[in-house]
């Protein structure tokens, strides 16, 4: 997602927020590749990540007049997909679970409830401090990290973007969390 | 379970509605202890009833269908408050004199609050570039509504009072700041 499509994905949320019909057909062409995109890089299973992506979508237009015009649109966006990830992930860890007599004995191979608690807990923390960078880091950490496509820029000039990003962002971090 | 894309259209837009009535919903809850604190000492407690559910409902309604009908609702309700709070505080006192023209008070407090009304709403509807109709009728239901009930205490000559005060300080804000 370049940023004229990041503004207009900020400026079409903000439009279903207030309760523009109009504004429902362009904002679900754009999202629906973004949810798919982000659902397949969190989940890496392309059958699991369309379904998580088709649930996520659902979700982000049920939760629309929600959306504070405010805050930046695709953290925000990406917060809900990652949710509905996570939740997908934990429902087929579950389905995968066999009966109790083959479980004894082995370790589980998935995170304990402690860390995956915390893993909740830092993703939520990381999305709350990316929601607060001006939308070109925001953008630029999102394009490094595999979440969006990458802005059309010369790689010393990106480079140097992201840099700058990822600076605002521990900052913001250490101002929440005091701690990096 | 995955989904054509007209089919996951169609979903994403009826969650979009169903998101927007529950946030709706939510908004207009508290408006049920409005409702029952004025039927609780309206001299009409069935009349304080139908008014609530009419204000109930049309507030929800207003917020689901969003844009210049939802931001009428704040102002509606907030200028309803003067004509709903002076003729119930008013109600105790008999009669005011001027000369040998006698009126009740709680009258007074009827065309007095809806003539505050009007011009809380004239003066906001004034001030908006478009939508000025909808925001008018959309916010002038409401301040109605919420005033009603106290205004009930004078019998149908408040309610009469109350919407003639009310007309008479929205038509000479709108008059005066209609463009020329």
């Not at chain 1, 927020?17 to 969190?42: H, I, K, N, Q």
């Not at chain 1, 979508?57 to 015009?69: H, K, N, P, S, Y």
């Not at chain 1, 405010?70 to 679970?97: D, H, I």
Request: with cysteine; charged share 20%; glycine share 10%.
């Amino acid at each position: 997602m370049d940023a004229a499509r990041y503004r207009e994905l900020q400026e079409l949320l903000a439009r279903l927020a207030d309760g523009d019909r109009a504004a429902f057909p362009p904002a679900f062409t754009l999202l629906w590749p973004v949810t798919r995109a982000f659902a397949r890089s969190y989940l890496r299973d392309d059958a699991a990540a369309e379904d998580a992506a088709q649930q996520a979508l659902v979700r982000v237009f049920l939760r629309a007049a929600e959306f504070d015009a405010s805050r930046p649109a695709l953290p925000w966006v990406l917060g809900v997909v990652a949710n509905e990830c996570r939740t997908l992930r934990r429902r087929t860890q579950r389905r995968r679970e066999g009966p109790l007599e083959q479980a004894e004995g082995r370790p589980d191979p998935g995170p304990s409830p402690e860390e995956g608690a915390t893993r909740r807990d830092l993703e939520r923390a990381a999305l709350d401090a990316l929601g607060g960078l001006p939308s070109a880091d925001v953008e630029a950490i999102l394009a490094h990290i595999g979440g969006m496509e990458r802005p059309d820029l010369p790689p010393a000039t990106f480079r140097k973007r992201l840099e700058r990003a990822l600076k605002r962002l521990r900052q913001a971090w250490r101002e929440r969390h005091g701690t990096l | 379970m995955e989904l054509s894309e007209a089919a996951l259209v169609a979903r994403a837009r009826r969650a979009y509605e169903r998101g927007r009535l529950q946030a709706a919903l939510w908004w207009a809850a508290p408006l049920a202890l409005l409702v029952a604190w004025t039927a609780s000492w309206c001299r009409y407690p069935a009349l304080a009833v139908a008014c609530g559910a009419a204000l109930v409902l049309l507030t929800v309604a207003f917020r689901w269908r969003g844009q210049g009908w939802a931001r009428a609702v704040w102002p509606g309700l907030a200028a309803g408050l003067p004509p709903l709070v002076l003729p119930f505080l008013m109600r105790e006192a008999s009669q005011v004199c001027v000369g040998e023209v006698c009126c009740s008070l709680c009258l007074v407090g009827c065309v007095g609050g809806g003539a505050l009304a009007g011009v809380l709403v004239g003066r906001r509807a004034a001030s908006l570039g478009e939508g000025r109709g909808a925001f008018l009728a959309a916010a002038g239901t409401l301040a109605l509504l919420t005033g009603a009930p106290a205004c009930a205490f004078a019998g149908v000559i408040g309610l009469a009072g109350l919407l003639l005060g009310f007309a008479g300080g929205t038509a000479p804000v709108m008059i005066a700041r209609a463009p020329a």
